[in-house]
């Protein structure tokens, strides 16, 4: 079964799809929580509600939120844009807001077996997985951070291959959101094998995976290309049925995302990286 996304220019790239894990990566700002948490949640509730008429009695949508990013006003916010009650909604929702790694970990690999246990599991979204293992890599004295990095990177993998497992025995939308990786990393020494950080595996076990940025345009009256305040660029890193690089422009409203009315000359050369098939 596919979740078609609130844009249709978005669903050319890609669809939510249950039993696959999603990665996302991009910027703050760009969308990601949008895409990896409210749309999701949003889409699957529009589903059921439809063909059953509510949400499955045992139904549960598992959010991980690791950075304090998942703002539920703004979930409430696209709730009531799309007709639908807030307050249901809220009800199916377990929450874990982990404040330090082995909680994230522990969480994940011990806890969460417990959390679905007898229930239907629509979504395990884990935004962002990598916020307090950053900070982690980034607080290590350079002489002991590649040994820390393959420490982490490795527990990164197996709460990773946790989720694939839930999604595939649920029957669940599995969902996880990172960071690009920047300047000031690889200049550190950082992993750049891939355009994102969490190692190979976060590039290896999603199935589908897709950078985000924010448009930029052609600003005539500044002579500048400008970071547009709603449109987002989406670009295909991974995919199992289509090539890599396919690119296309959403909008983040009130109502999560759409597809834009019109969009300003694009940059000449699209902002992020372009990926590769694996």
Not at 61 to 79: K, P, S, Y
Not at 193 to 212: C, D, N, T
Not at 250 to 268: A, H, S
């Amino acid at each position: 079964m596919k979740i078609p996304t609130g844009s249709r220019n978005l669903n050319q790239l890609f669809t939510y799809q249950i039993g696959v894990l999603h990665a996302f990566s991009g910027p703050t700002g760009s969308g990601k929580t949008t895409l990896s948490a409210y749309e999701p949640i949003v889409r699957l509730t529009q589903f059921y509600t439809k063909a059953k008429g509510s949400l499955p009695e045992r139904s549960v949508f598992v959010i991980i939120d690791t950075d304090g990013g998942f703002d539920w006003e703004r979930l409430e916010q696209m709730c009531e844009t799309h007709a639908l009650k807030y307050d249901v909604v809220e009800k199916h929702i377990v929450y874990q807001n982990p404040q330090e790694f082995d909680e994230q970990h522990k969480f994940i690999t011990e806890q969460l077996k417990d959390v679905v246990e007898n229930k239907q599991v629509l979504l395990i979204a884990l935004d962002p997985a990598i916020a307090i293992y950053r900070g982690i890599i980034l607080r290590t004295p350079m002489q002991h951070r590649a040994k820390t990095i393959g420490i982490y990177t490795g527990k990164l993998d197996l709460q990773l291959q946790v989720l694939r497992y839930y999604a595939q025995r649920k029957g669940a939308i599995a969902t996880v959101s990172t960071w690009p990786v920047s300047e000031v990393a690889e200049a550190f020494g950082q992993e750049t094998e891939l355009p994102f950080i969490g190692g190979r595996q976060m590039g290896f076990l999603p199935k589908i995976v897709i950078l985000l940025d924010k448009y930029r345009y052609y600003d005539s009256r500044t002579r500048k290309y400008e970071k547009h305040p709603t449109l987002r660029v989406a670009t295909i890193y991974k995919h199992r049925a289509k090539p890599a690089g396919l690119t296309a422009v959403f909008e983040l409203w009130d109502g999560g995302i759409r597809d834009p009315e019109t969009i300003p000359e694009q940059q000449q050369v699209q902002s992020g990286r372009r990926g590769r098939q694996q």
